[in-house]
RNA sequence: UGGGGUGUAGCCAAGCGGUAAGGCAGCGGGUUUUGAUCCCGUCAUGCGAAGGUUCGAAUCCUUCCACCCCAGCCA
């Protein structure tokens, strides 16, 4: 046993160990199941990681299963997005991916068996009529006209809808429950209706499509999934769910249990919404390196563990709660410190002349870790020369400055290359304007690896390139798309709320001559500036184009 | 309003009748050739509110309050 105190069961945790416990279950199934109607983001993640978590945890599997009941709103488009987000982060689905698609003849079996027991109606009501009869909370609503028919009536009006021969809207397949439930969901719900569109997986076979409610408890029946995992909003369902397990011939007896969903703060999460920011140009796609999408935080350079750790560390519970961004960026923050090699590039540089280079006791490449405390990632070469690049902010004229307010590099006075040596500000060349234009100074020999001589205090360490062969690149800093932590609340408009700085392209950065070996989506901290990856979709063999995932923890000044 | 769900720190979240875990954020300090990391310390006499039961209540009972969801031929 380790002594690390072990993370308290979450409600679905303590379920399935109970189940597994008491016999009740052999062998969890979970799924995840997607309706491919638009892209996964960050929350979905959280569903995924729970239902895979959960089968991983407990020896058990879990399916990917498209839940594509709807051909009005779905693509062929986005299942494969899904595939590739699932296993991107991570997964991977036992046997094949299914659709609801699959069993869709199944479903026309189980629903004839509903008419052949009187347990289901084919209604001719209109869409508002239906409205009017179902009544309200408080009122009861009224049986339709149409609910006594014949069996042989309905199964001729059933077939008649499945060969086509009535339109859209035309009619439904109700089950006939009790129009005065408490629970709307109760009061005869659909269970087919109208569709003449052809669908992504099944073409033109059907013209009639069973509702969410219809499909989901049998396939996860069939499938023999053992605890089926959704959101609070379908709590409500949870009894019609059940209706259709004790009323079909179905082969297991699935059970559904609900957990909140996630909400994140400064970020909105509806498919709507996203395909908005999508649609009308506020974003550079769903891929966009600021969308709450798996794919955009994939491209923004977010790892499948950071966000797996960031969806273990949440929890699972069925209040609602809405996560702090600051938790995600923690999450990715930390998986990069840990792992990602380490790099220097100076976004805004100023040419730096070394006029006593010739007394460099080191003349070639100062050498590096790659990281600071993972020797086994090797090394890396910085060379060094007469020129070089550091950052316009790193460099002042005021030497009022406080050493503890400014640990850079000020006139007259001395700082640390990084992994380099310690220079001494001596004469900056202006243009007519005043502009500094470059910056000459002098190095102090033997300050590689080692500490100068008495009484020459570096006021700190700033990054540099050397100039003569750094590699010239693109960098996109990013920051939240939103200002308001809740951009969609009550009646406001989200697209107010749009940061109009979420997005600075830095052009004329200099990095360091071995990034040139970067690949897309890997991450690299620059040293003092953050976390970047190459831009999987910008970048070529002669443009590299960076983009920042998340900026360095930044303290300093909050309590200077 | 009928039904369903939820209230523990700024944000999450343990807790399951024995005297409020942990993480994020914050604050104070130490180390540091990254103002990062790392390390140490600190952070709820209090659990939506009020009553009650009990030697003992965040946990049990009663009433009340607040917020979220449903009322699609969406999922």
């Known amino acids: 046993m380790s002594d690390t105190p072990s993370k308290?069961?979450?409600?679905?945790?303590?379920?399935?160990?109970?189940?597994?416990?008491?016999g009740i279950t052999s062998k969890v199934i979970t799924r995840f199941p997607p309706e491919p109607n638009g892209h996964l983001h960050i929350g979905h993640a959280k569903s995924i990681c729970l239902n895979f978590g959960l089968a991983e945890r407990f020896g058990g599997e879990c399916n990917?299963?498209?839940?594509?009941?709807?051909?009005?709103?779905?693509?062929q488009e986005y299942v494969d997005a899904i595939k590739r987000d699932v296993s991107w982060l991570?997964?991977?689905?036992?046997?094949?991916?299914?659709?609801?698609?699959?069993?869709?003849?199944?479903?026309?079996?189980?629903?004839?068996h509903l008419i052949r027991e009187g347990k289901a109606y084919v209604c001719h009501l209109s869409a508002e009529e239906t409205k009017e009869y179902r009544g309200w909370a408080t009122k009861?609503?009224?049986?339709?006209?149409?609910?006594?028919?014949?069996?042989?009536?309905?199964?001729?009006?059933?077939?008649?809808m499945r060969a086509g021969e009535y339109d859209e809207g035309q009619c439904v397949l109700r089950a006939k429950i009790d129009m005065a439930s408490p629970n709307m969901n109760m009061r005869d719900p659909m269970l087919y209706r109208i569709r003449k569109q052809s669908h992504h997986q099944t073409g033109d076979k059907w013209c009639i499509y069973p509702t969410y409610d219809f499909?989901?408890?049998?396939?996860?029946?069939i499938e023999g999934v053992t605890h089926s995992i959704c959101t609070l909003e379908f709590a409500d369902h949870r009894p019609l769910y059940e209706w259709f397990i004790d009323n079909l011939p179905v082969p297991a007896e699935p059970r559904q249990y609900e957990f909140a969903r996630?909400?994140?703060?400064?970020?909105?999460?509806?498919?709507?919404k996203l395909k908005q920011l999508v649609d009308e140009g506020h974003v550079d796609g769903w891929n966009d390196p600021r969308m709450p999408t798996i794919s955009g935080m994939r491209r923004r350079g977010y790892t499948p563990a950071s966000l797996r750790t960031f969806c273990e560390m949440i929890g699972v519970t069925k209040s609602g709660s809405t996560i702090d961004v600051g938790q995600l960026e923690y999450c990715v923050r930390d998986d990069l410190n840990n792992n990602a090699p380490r790099a220097m590039c100076v976004l805004d540089p100023i040419k730096v002349v070394v006029q006593n280079f010739d007394e460099a006791d080191f003349s070639g490449a100062m050498v590096q870790p790659?990281?600071?405390?993972?020797?086994?990632?090797?090394?890396?070469?910085?060379?060094?020369?007469?020129?070089?690049?550091?950052?316009?902010?790193?460099?002042?004229?005021?030497?009022?400055?406080?050493?503890?307010?400014?640990?850079?590099?000020?006139?007259?006075?001395?700082?640390?290359?990084?992994?380099?040596?310690?220079?001494?500000?001596?004469?900056?060349?202006?243009?007519?304007?005043?502009?500094?234009?470059?910056?000459?100074?002098?190095?102090?020999?033997?300050?590689?690896?080692?500490?100068?001589?008495?009484?020459?205090?570096?006021?700190?360490?700033?990054?540099?390139?050397?100039?003569?062969?750094?590699?010239?690149?693109?960098?996109?800093?990013?920051?939240?798309?939103?200002?308001?932590?809740?951009?969609?609340a009550g009646d406001k408009n989200y697209l107010d709320a749009i940061n109009p700085e979420s997005l600075r392209i830095l052009s004329g950065c200099k990095a360091e001559k071995g990034l040139a070996q970067a690949q897309p989506e890997q991450g690299f901290q620059f040293e003092r500036e953050g976390y970047f990856c190459l831009d999987s979709q910008y970048s070529s063999d002669d443009k590299l184009v960076f983009n920042r995932t998340i900026g360095l923890k930044d303290n300093w000044g909050k309590s200077v």
């Open 8 to 22: 308290p069961l979450n409600f679905l945790e303590q379920i399935i160990t109970r189940d597994l416990d008491g």
């Open 64 to 75: 990917l299963r498209f839940d594509d009941t709807n051909p009005e709103k779905e693509e």
């Open 90 to 112: 991570g997964f991977n689905w036992a046997g094949e991916v299914r659709y609801a698609s699959d069993y869709f003849d199944q479903f026309y079996e189980w629903a004839l």
């Open 140 to 160: 009861p609503g009224k049986d339709s006209p149409y609910r006594e028919r014949s069996v042989a009536e309905n199964l001729a009006e059933f077939e008649k």
């Open 215 to 221: 499909a989901h408890g049998q396939e996860d029946a």
């Open 262 to 272: 996630l909400e994140l703060n400064y970020t909105v999460t509806s498919k709507r």
């Open 370 to 488: 790659a990281h600071p405390n993972k020797p086994e990632l090797g090394e890396r070469e910085l060379p060094f020369g007469r020129e070089l690049y550091i950052d316009r902010a790193d460099f002042s004229e005021d030497t009022t400055l406080s050493r503890k307010k400014f640990k850079r590099l000020v006139m007259g006075e001395y700082v640390r290359l990084r992994g380099a040596y310690v220079i001494k500000a001596e004469e900056a060349v202006k243009d007519s304007d005043g502009n500094i234009t470059e910056l000459r100074v002098s190095l102090v020999p033997g300050t590689v690896g080692e500490n100068p001589p008495e009484g020459i205090k570096p006021r700190g360490v700033i990054h540099w390139v050397n100039a003569e062969d750094c590699l010239d690149c693109e960098v996109r800093l990013y920051d939240r798309l939103f200002n308001d932590a809740a951009p969609d």
